[in-house]
């Protein structure tokens, strides 16, 4: 086995360090066909450099493990969804133009003002959609505002969308985790997403988080069926909150890949749905419902993605991996690279800041 089939990623060797030119994105998944051999060469690549070396090797090889545990649960979800009835796409990297209009909302404050310009940019260039507007959702921001007239698209008031302000949450987590955590903005944002019927007036509306990319040519409408991509997340405590809402089953996959399509109807069935059988306005329904032990108690994404399974006929849509890979933000200054090597190998790139 050839050292570049056993880890495209080594590196360079210089001076007994290894720079690491990429990880686990450079590692090409026909290159190893077991996790075995995958072993061997590591083992070998731990023979031939020193401590340091190896250290970066052993990183590499347990991101490289998560991968392959992430792409075995996918092969197993995909069967499930399969067997279930459900239409699942393994052929992504080609799509065709869809003629179906769309707008699209992100939810941004100030500190996504470094990924937001790349963010629009990747939409524009990567989304084979005809993008009617795009809306920037946010507080009052005279930079937010300066960037929107610079990359044309529309910054909408955050406090014009919902019925309730940030400060009307006062979500602090209660839990010896994370204890007095204000979570408020994270749940303010998801509700801002649920509001997006009220912002756009389109059928349907793309939902995409401000510190993700678009790498690849992409369409979430096929054949008049939505396209939903399944991500590798799995957080128990944002199914029990949706159990809490509808009552309904929730399915062992997670719609949280960063961005969504939703539908217009369907978001104010589901909206309306709540508020009938609480007797209260939607966004109290949700908030009732969450446990303030924890710091991330709902998905806006989960809630969404599992009502359509839920309640929507199967053939209205089809399901698709996600194909994500995430950075953190010390790989930002590597964006034009990352963005080339991702090109047909992942939909999207991500660049989070976790709690």
């Known amino acids: 086995m050839p050292d570049k089939a056993l880890l495209r990623a080594t590196g360079v060797i210089s001076n007994n360090t290894v ?18 051999e995958f ?13 340091k ?36 796409n393994q052929h992504w990297k080609n799509p065709e133009s869809s003629d179906v209009p ?13 990924t937001l310009p790349e963010v629009i940019e990747s939409l524009r260039l990567r989304i084979l959609h005809p993008i ?28 014009d969308v919902l019925n309730l302000k940030k400060s009307d949450i006062n979500f602090k ?6 204890f007095g955590l204000d979570r408020s903005g994270w749940i303010f944002q998801q509700l801002l997403k649920l509001s997006s019927d009220t912002v756009s007036d389109q059928d349907h509306i793309l939902i995409v988080d401000a510190d993700t990319i678009f790498t690849s040519p992409q369409v979430f409408i096929r054949d008049n069926k939505w396209i939903f991509n399944l991500s590798d997340e799995r957080h ?10 509808t009552n309904r089953s929730t399915f062992d996959v997670s719609f949280i890949s960063h961005h969504i399509l939703f539908n217009r109807n369907v978001l104010q069935q589901i909206k309306s749905g709540l508020s009938k059988k609480f007797g209260l306005e939607w966004e109290q329904c949700i908030l009732s ?4 032990s924890i710091a991330c108690p709902f998905s806006e994404y989960e809630f969404y993605g599992n009502y359509v399974m839920n309640e929507v006929a199967k053939e209205n849509f089809i399901f698709e991996y996600w194909e994500n890979k995430s950075f953190s933000r010390a790989r930002w200054p590597e964006l034009e690279y990352l963005k080339r090597q991702a090109y047909k190998r992942y939909k999207t790139i991500s660049f989070h800041q976790h709690l």
């Open 289 to 292: 419902a969450l446990d303030r």
């Open 19 to 36: 720079k690491l030119e990429a990880n686990l994105i450079d590692l090409d998944y026909g290159e190893v066909s077991n996790v075995r």
């Open 102 to 114: 769309i707008d699209v909302i992100i939810v941004v404050v100030e500190k996504d003002l470094i």
């Open 53 to 88: 070396v190896a250290k970066s090797s052993i990183l590499v090889m347990l991101r490289y493990i998560q991968s392959l545990i992430f792409r075995f649960r996918w092969i197993k979800t995909k069967v499930s969804l399969s067997r279930a009835g459900f239409e699942v």
């Open 39 to 51: 072993a061997l060469g590591i083992k070998k690549i731990l023979r031939n450099h020193e401590a």
């Open 132 to 159: 009617e507007n795009i809306y920037i959702v946010s507080p009052k921001s005279e930079k937010i505002a300066c960037l929107c007239d610079e990359y044309k698209c529309t910054n909408i008031d955050e406090d």
């Open 236 to 245: 128990r405590p944002y199914h029990n909150t949706n159990k809490k809402l």
């Open 173 to 178: 987590v209660t839990g010896k985790d994370y």
